[in-house]
């Protein structure tokens, strides 16, 4: 259940634009995936059009912006790109876009940050860390295998990071076309993500934060071990529906611009709940990551699908752990970590 109204308007194909209301359009530029693409949206600005994220770094769509900008309504030109989050369909063009049209970048400085540190991952990614990681999970070292190369699918989707960048960060407002669109910091889903609210117009860009149909990754990443970004998520998620308005029109990254928010919000804390809850009833005895997977249904998955499935999986129990819920162990054999309830003493007989 969404809990979501859709806006009636058919979805633009990929390099062309459609208006959602007077002075804001909705793109959409390919993404080379199951999840084939990744709406644009663009805010007459006093000089352009300010867009909201820029789509992964390919040469279909480095063709299509060409001939999205030389089509754009008015004027025929990027007055400032936004960059929400640090995943490569919302970052992998902006350095391309900033050297071709020569446009202003805005970022926060959490997201350029980890982009920063992501470019570098790239040149040389250790596949001694990434065994490390999986195989702590109890995956099989043939299948560590796989998931190393699988890490490696995304890499050419980001193209070079934007070498001049202008930092946002929460509570801050900017100036587009005459109105103030307010910035909100969230995390969890990345590590800093980025939305714009139009207070007045109760408009929501949302980027990955909410969307209609799907529950973004919530992972912990081998780059940051030590994370707990399921605790970030519920606390950017409940931040976010205490503002946010049912009748605002959100504008997400992925799927149908749509309303009820604050719904939708309460049904994606309803979802990770009923994976803990479903978790919690599993690990009365020992179990690893790998194990815990496939009580969550993401056994059979491959590829990139089965390296975020256990990122999810170790997110979800990082947080019972870090709750006090839930009790590690470490084996002395092979380095894996096994998880359980973290039961109260039997009483003596």
Aim: net charge negative; glycine share 10%.
């Amino acid at each position: 259940m969404t809990g979501s109204t859709f806006l009636q308007i058919d979805p633009p194909s990929p390099g062309q634009w459609i208006q959602v209301s007077e002075g804001l359009l909705w793109a959409r530029m390919r993404i080379p995936a199951k999840l084939d693409h990744i709406n644009i949206y663009l805010v007459e600005d006093d000089d352009g059009w300010f867009l909201v994220d820029t789509g992964p770094d390919t040469l279909v769509n480095r063709d299509l912006w060409r001939e999205l900008v030389t089509g754009l309504p008015r004027r025929a030109k990027l007055s400032r790109v936004l960059v929400t989050h640090s995943h490569p369909d919302h970052i992998g063009l902006a350095g391309w876009l900033q050297a071709e049209l020569g446009v202003p970048i805005y970022i926060s400085s959490g997201a350029q940050n980890w982009a920063l540190r992501e470019a570098e991952e790239r040149k040389g990614r250790s596949a001694q860390a990434v065994a490390a990681f999986y195989g702590r999970m109890g995956v099989h070292p043939e299948e560590v295998v796989h998931l190393h190369a699988a890490l490696g699918q995304m890499d050419p989707l980001f193209g070079p990071v934007a070498s001049e960048v202008s930092l946002v960060q929460a509570g801050g407002m900017m100036r587009i076309g005459g109105r103030d669109w307010e910035l909100w910091v969230g995390s969890g889903h990345s590590i800093e993500h980025v939305c714009l609210y139009q207070r007045a117009s109760r408009l929501l860009i949302a980027g990955d934060q909410v969307l209609a149909k799907i529950t973004p990754l919530v992972g912990v990443s081998y780059m940051s071990p030590e994370g707990n970004p399921l605790a970030d998520w519920f606390a950017s998620l409940t931040d976010m529906q205490r503002w946010l308005p049912n009748d605002a029109l959100v504008l997400p990254a992925h799927g149908q611009p749509f309303y009820g928010g604050a719904r939708r919000i309460g049904a994606v804390l309803e979802h990770h709940e009923s994976s803990l809850a479903t978790l919690r009833s599993s690990l009365v005895d020992w179990c690893t990551v790998h194990e815990l997977s496939h009580v969550l249904g993401w056994g059979g998955l491959k590829g990139m699908a089965r390296y975020m499935a256990l990122d999810e999986t170790l997110a979800h129990i990082t947080y019972l752990v870090r709750r006090g819920e839930v009790v590690e162990s470490p084996s002395t054999i092979g380095g894996v970590y096994r998880y359980r309830l973290d039961l109260p003493p039997s009483a003596p007989s």
